[in-house]
């Protein structure tokens, strides 16, 4: 069996919300661990999931969350529930600071593929 993946391609009609925290390097892996457990216990099941990537930098001060969701509305209608909320407040209280945006995939680059 496979493992699911993250496409990412500018022909899809959905949205990427890409959060950067902010925090302490002596609370990275607490904040990575509870993105992940969140992820696991509570957005997999939420209509318009898709999926979510989470990146820690090599710092250690900040972690990047690259979520996809079906639509705008899907993640409004996220953020209105308690889990959801609730997960949120968690998450926050451990970063320093953080910064969600909702964004669009416009441009995809490989490098080019060499003859032979």
């Known amino acids: 069996m496979s493992s699911p993946t993250t496409t990412i391609t500018v022909d ?3 949205v990427t919300l890409v959060n950067v925290f902010t ?4 609370r ?3 904040l990575v661990n509870a993105l992940d457990e969140a992820t696991r216990r509570i957005f997999v099941a939420v ?11 090599l710092d250690g001060t900040r972690v990047i969350n ?7 509305r899907h993640h409004q ?3 209105r529930r308690a889990d959801v909320r609730e997960h949120l ?13 909702l964004v ?10 060499q003859s032979v």
């Open 47 to 57: 209509p318009g999931f898709i999926s979510a990537n989470l990146h820690a930098s």
């Open 104 to 113: 669009r995939v416009r441009s995809i680059h490989h490098p080019q593929r």
């Open 12 to 14: 899809a009609d959905l």
């Open 28 to 30: 990275q892996a607490e």
């Open 77 to 79: 209608e996220a953020l």
């Open 89 to 101: 407040t968690e998450a926050t209280a451990i970063a320093e600071k953080w910064d969600p945006t």
């Open 23 to 26: 925090v302490d390097p002596a």
């Open 66 to 72: 690259y979520a996809q969701w079906a639509s705008e």
